[in-house]
């Protein structure tokens, strides 16, 4: 299984703004990319307004299919409306791409 680890750093103060913004993404275009069990993460500590979300895919194929779909889905006005509200709330992004291993049953 590979996890895609998606890390933005929202502007002083904005943290729940963006969190927001990201939940409505999810529940309104996320399904049509195939998003499904994705999770978003706040900061408890370390670096203040830090928002991760998460999200699975059973492989590589299935990353490189997503990935696919979500360069048509930047072109569409939906995503570009909700891309203009994030820019002022946001500082910078990460990715990272994951291998999970399971331990344990």
């Known amino acids: 299984m590979i996890v895609e680890r998606l890390t933005f ?3 002083y103060g ?3 703004e ?3 913004l990201f939940k409505d993404f999810l529940a309104t275009q996320g399904q049509a990319l195939g998003m499904t069990g994705g ?3 706040t900061d408890l500590t370390g670096e203040m307004f830090t928002l991760q979300m998460e999200t ?3 492989d590589l194929a299935a990353y490189a299919a997503f990935m696919a ?3 048509e889905q930047f072109a569409s006005q939906a995503f570009q409306e909700w891309f203009a509200k994030t820019l ?3 500082d910078g992004g990460s990715r990272q ?5 399971r331990v344990g049953s």
Do not use: K, M, S, W
């Not at 791409?97 to 291993?101: G, M, W």
């Open 9 to 11: 750093q929202a502007r």
């Open 69 to 71: 779909r979500d360069q």
């Open 56 to 58: 699975e895919f059973a």
């Open 18 to 20: 963006l969190v927001a």
């Open 88 to 90: 002022p709330l946001t």
């Open 97 to 101: 791409l994951l291998n999970v291993e």
């Open 39 to 41: 999770r978003i993460y």
């Open 14 to 16: 904005h943290g729940d």
